[in-house]
């Protein structure tokens, strides 16, 4: 217990540091602090889950290597890079859920209706992009995007019948605040930037990603 909230306040207060850094502009300082997040998490998850779950350590891995290419966005290869390590760390987070989701089979077929109106917003999210951009690479990379995002979607919703309270609020929230942050950072090259963007992207990422972890520990 108090190794568990000692890594979470080391976590939360680097979080806090990168955030201001960000607000600050001072990316020197941010090469220093976010590259140690994901680790420090990863560390988190290591000592805190009762059974570890292999694939809940890739995604973390995952997201390690999205938040590198994330300190250098200038080349366009990097963004496709980030975009297609978002999607693999939905479809491995995915799979560390399903591969707990033995219940799946007792799922009314109304529930995967809950589906329309999450595809139907990332449609149109993604709508102009998929029109205004001729590169087939960067569509692939949309549609996969917008796949696993609805996918991890569909999983984490599905733990309602299993699990209630913090167990299902937390990986919902956390889930909302990823979704949030990388649909911003896809959306941000292709219309009027935001005030604070990048702040706003970060901030939703780095704990909507801690968020969801806390989440899918069970006893949290």
Known sequence: MLLRTVLITVYGILAALTIIVDYFSKPVLGYITKPLLMPLLTVFYYYTACKLNIYIVFALIAAFITILFMLNQKKNFNK???????S???????IAVLKTNYYLEYIPVWFY???IP?????????????IKTAKTSIRLLIILYSISSIVLIFTIISRAWKYSSMSLCLPIIGLILMSFSSILFILNDYFKKIKNTDLLINTAGIYGVLILIMGVIPDW
């Open 88 to 94: 693999l760390f939905n479809i491995l987070f995915s």
């Open 113 to 115: 209706l809950t589906l």
């Open 118 to 130: 999450f595809t139907i917003i990332y449609i149109l999210a993604f709508r102009k992009i998929y």
């Open 80 to 86: 496709l890079i980030i975009i297609f390590f978002i």
